[in-house]
């Protein structure tokens, strides 16, 4: 919008699924992604655009976070001074069972212990394990939330 309140141009050049170079940056355009029926869980199929929008944005570095299991789960990190959480959401209808999660070295440092909390109210401590460039744990089973804490 201008001054006027009258529609006016986009300041950004179209954007595409695959992003869009300006600058020094990257702009990433998605049509809306369907929102599932109730009760259903998100098919793989359903989340590809997005999977591809962030490898654009992302580009091919080391990753700071995945996860390998059979129900797709979130993980969004936060650091501050004191720890790294990992924020843990499972996106099936089904409890996440037998999630592998892998944390990049690059973020977490040589810290080796855990604290996993849930919002179903589980609370364990949890060794994680060396894996190459990561460390990785397999995560108890959860619904909905958890966050992982590392730190010292």
């Known amino acids: 919008m201008d001054d006027a ?5 986009s300041p950004l050049p179209a954007g595409k699924p695959g992003g869009v170079r300006i600058g020094t940056g990257t702009l990433v355009s998605l049509r809306a992604l369907p929102a599932p029926r109730p009760g259903t869980p998100l098919e793989p199929s359903q989340l590809e655009p997005l999977a591809r929008a962030l490898g654009a944005l992302l580009g ?8 390998a299991g059979r129900t797709p789960v979130f993980v969004a990190l936060y650091r501050n001074e004191e720890r790294l959480d990992a924020h843990l959401v499972s996106l099936g209808a089904s409890p996440a069972q037998g999630s592998t999660l ?16 849930s919002a179903s109210g589980a609370d364990e401590k949890i060794v994680m394990n060396p ?19 590392i730190g010292a």
């Not at 894996?131 to 804490?149: C, D, E, Q, R």
């Open 131 to 149: 894996s190459g460039y990561s460390i990785s744990t397999v995560l108890p089973a959860f619904k909905g939330y958890a966050v992982l804490s």
């Open 60 to 67: 091919k570095g080391r990753r700071a976070a995945s996860v």
């Open 102 to 117: 892998f944390l990049g070295l690059h973020v977490t440092g040589a810290v080796r212990r855990a604290r996993f909390q």
């Open 5 to 9: 309140g009258r529609e006016a141009a």
